[in-house]
């Protein structure tokens, strides 16, 4: 499975971007919770948002709670990441990954060990 990440860019801060995550095989894509990460210069790669194969379950990291949406639309097989008030702290790499379970169980979800398959990111940056 290869994943497309793409939507990123430069914002100012209190911004708006979309984030979308497309799969090389939605039949079997459309199967797997996915997982949004990032990694900013300098810093571990971490976790932002999750959301089961469904769409029925989503899991957010504190620090985007309230301001950052996961979503999918698995007839377009595409998960998005829709991120409001965007803040400098919040500028990084973002990367899908796609975890075959497909169910997502909250805090488990947040390790990049669950996830199988990983995009190659985009990259977000956010000025003052």
């Known amino acids: 499975v290869q994943l497309q990440a793409s939507g990123g860019g430069l914002v100012q801060a209190g911004g708006s971007l979309r984030l979308s995550c497309a799969a090389s095989?939605?039949?079997?894509?459309?199967?797997?919770?996915v997982g949004w990460f990032r990694q900013a210069p300098g810093k571990e790669r971490e976790f932002v948002a999750a959301i089961s194969w469904s769409g029925g379950s989503t899991h957010y990291a504190d620090s985007v709670k309230g301001r950052f949406t996961i979503s999918r639309e698995n007839a377009k097989n595409t998960v998005y990441l829709q991120m409001n008030m965007l803040k400098p702290e919040d500028t990084a790499v973002y990367y899908c990954?796609?975890?075959?379970?497909?169910?997502?169980?909250?805090?488990?979800?947040?390790?990049?060990?669950?996830?199988?398959?990983w995009g190659q990111g985009t990259q977000v940056t956010v000025s003052s």
């Open positions: 095989t939605p039949r079997t894509f459309n199967n797997y919770a």
């Open positions: 990954a796609a975890d075959t379970y497909g169910v997502i169980d909250g805090p488990s979800s947040e390790s990049s060990d669950e996830y199988d398959y």
